[in-house]
């Protein structure tokens, strides 16, 4: 990348200077916020998602995951819930006073996909789906925008400039892992992408350590590494019952995992001066062994 | 990939053990035929389309490519001439004779690229557009299907299987590079994906050679190797004023390069046993200095 | 690769405008000569090399390819019969009237491995070896310099540069396929790396399809391509009894394989004016069904 | 890779279940230890050399780093002053009290290297280099293992299973990045690599960010993050002059960079639980702005 002829304008930190901070209901994004989202892979039924709200509300986080459309590479795997799992999702939510975000695949679910969602959530999968991007811009809810799984760190720019370009300002980047040689993981989680765009701009750059490893016992480490690295956000998948679960489960976390990831990242957040969204009563010392 | 239990079925080789072979207009594409389709990257002008489709025709070329919804990285990249693109490029086609191939970027603009179209592209950005997949489907015209740049071979076989599992038969497979660490080139043309391709699936296997290496010069040698590797068909790049190019001049052809590539890859298919589907009078002993 | 400003010189068209051709006993490389490289894996015990160069010499092959101190990823496997297995070699191949070509892997091993071998084989591995570079480019025997499977064509002439430069002008530059993220096939053979490096260099490419594939059944295939974009020769990998071989019999071909590939070879050889170093007496429409 | 059936043995967790601990003079690497190497790319003279090694051990900093043999990807390129620089370098470690870690390329050098320095290290490109690999399991000195560009973490680990398996427990892991499509970093750090191999290994692991990121302004976050990623360690790469040097300027840390990075990368292992191996007085709260 020549970084002295920037081919994108809008996103850029010499455009605007100070960090773009924006509300999600009781949420704030951007600045020196740092938000926690999690829930599963996908909406699977009801209770399912009632009892991952359930836990994660009381636990502070303000945002709910999960995916009702969901993009598989079979057409022979669980494909969503779709609309019922919308519904799912948002009566979930709306009953644990947390905001939603999830994932919409195509121009023709704009619409839908507003009725239920806070956040609309861009996947890796359609990063250049150029049409999606223009159709969100036009709309006033917040923007989440995975990187393309073997996208460039300026092609990932130059597709939020769509969406600021189009009108919507409220982005946030997301890094979820590349695509490499390495096998062992299933992405390769790109934190020098993070550290990058945090210095070429102005929009929230969140990570995703569930896809950027696809392991459950990497999920904490890179966590923490991911807040060292100067993110403003974590997406987190979890599940109430990770092996049952229909995609994904082999990168979820359990509730119990969870609750100390939340104590690590919370401590290291004061230490840094990040203020983290979720109330934690007690502070224990929980990196001493 | 696990070869003794696939993950797909419609589009193997041990469900159907005959070459899937179909027609479009004069021209018959699979099986022993091989294909030439050329045409400009985008429809620039109606002046341009026709002077290049009046060429191409003249040299026997049966289906004309031009893109006319362009996926740009850049929101300020020149984004294709849209609907009034398509009336040029359907126009040019019917003044020569020729079929349309041309790229649909969304499952909005389906309805509006069939009226146009006679064969639908998706581009390598769109390979796992599930829900453009599954519209596609149910549409009764034959579509190209461009690996994802970062896809895997099976990842690229599975998003035929939404193809032929949605009801439509009849799907091109292409190979047009890869994305990797080499910078020399735009992209790896995979042409181990092609061979391979052809001892799993029925489904004839096309390979864009200008994609594939973004080098004018390298496309000649590469069309070559793509028609030794056991590739159906080309789809190539060209232009008539190839440095004053919209787009993607660096790797257009010349149209007296076109006519030495389609002498070579003539020899080369009878040689191999593969019929062009374009009329060469002399077969001059043109790969002799 | 900024084609303006090339780092390299020596190896470059520009310096020398014809390409490079020698002598390697009775074989000549380079020019219009075409070569077809042939042996196991590794010599694993006098047999099966006596065997298998008995079998090549009979079909007009001059070169015995077969590693006697190999590189292997994991210190339990395999690691080669050492200088046994370059007795043997050489014993296998002087009975044959054929030449050598083996792996020399580090400094210390020059020496030795000059003693029996006609050409020197610097590893995937060992591409930027520079202190072996520099000791191979003190000898007065022929180099196959094949490219690291991570390394740019700019980095891999670079490292032939290293040799010319040394001193030793007989260089042979072997493709043998990329580290990408594909995992169906155990490299990706990169054919763009010969067509371009044919247009920037006077080496002799040549191409291992072989390592390239991993894949017995897309040797052929990729044998052909290479030839058809413009490779000088061919290093194969054969067996008497793949199944049964220490290393890398799935990519190994069986006696008959090689038959039918050699004539292909030829035949497309033929076509565009490559000479094959290989007699064949009959001429069959072997690409005829 | 499959981890219910491990390829290597002796670097496993399971095999030794008690981290790898062992003192370089006055420096103790693994378990909690956190250390920090620092030094020029290359020993360009004497002076540059007292300079930094001044600097450093004024700081805290135990152990030197410097390159005399360097390998270069152009033989027109610096080579690095040989013998001359390892005298220097040696000088300078023993006039500030502090221990050389300097990089063998060859088998033929270890002897000679072994005389000056105090860790060896194995460069990238020779991760692979079985010969030199079985050559240092001989010496009595400890081994800093680069990850290969290009290696998985399981041929990592296989690489250091030859060091161990030769006699040579103390070995140090080195993530420094690896090469993917990305090209606005010279390297992808990949900290998912350093996370998975603290689960499977009980050696030591330490972070190169200076050729991790290839940019001055990223190795501070990424440094961070290595440590929140579970390192044990450190190796960054500072200059008195950056825009000066001769190699990897770009990547070189200035002089109070590094002294704001020392206080940051104290206050984070003083949360996590990890010692730093260097004294700094002051522990002021350097994160807040």
Request: proline letters at 4%.
């Amino acid at each position: 990348m020549d970084k002295s002829r920037k081919p994108y304008q809008l996103v850029s930190l010499e455009w605007k200077k100070e960090p773009t901070v924006f509300k999600v209901n009781n949420a704030e994004i951007g600045g020196d916020n740092f938000n926690l989202i999690a829930g599963p892979c996908a909406v699977e039924n009801e209770e399912q998602i009632h009892t991952i709200a359930s836990y994660l509300s009381k636990k502070g986080i303000k945002i709910l995951r999960g995916g009702a459309y969901k993009p598989r590479t079979s057409p022979y795997s669980f494909q969503g819930l779709k609309e019922e799992g919308l519904i799912y999702l948002k009566n979930a939510a709306i009953a644990n006073q947390m905001s939603v975000i999830t994932e919409v695949m195509d121009t023709n679910l704009v619409d839908k996909v507003y009725e239920y969602t806070d956040i609309f959530q861009v996947g890796t999968r359609n990063m250049q789906n150029f049409q999606l991007l223009k159709a969100l811009s036009k709309t006033n809810k917040p923007i989440m925008l995975k990187r393309g799984w073997s996208s460039t760190i300026e092609e990932w720019l130059l597709a939020a400039e769509y969406l600021l370009l189009g009108g919507n300002p409220n982005v946030i980047l997301c890094e979820r892992g590349i695509r490499t040689f390495e096998t062992a993981t299933r992405n390769t989680l790109d934190l020098n992408a993070v550290a990058l765009a945090k210095t070429l701009s102005h929009l929230p750059v969140m990570v995703d350590p569930s896809q950027g490893t696809g392991l459950r016992e990497l999920v904490e480490p890179m966590s923490l590494a991911a807040v060292a690295a100067g993110a403003d956000g974590l997406m987190i998948e979890i599940h109430n019952q990770p092996t049952e679960a229909l995609s994904d489960g082999r990168q979820s976390l359990y509730f119990d995992q969870l609750d100390v990831l939340m104590s690590k990242v919370e401590i290291l957040c004061n230490t840094i001066g990040k203020q983290v969204d979720y109330r934690k009563k007690e502070n224990e010392k929980i990196f001493e062994k």
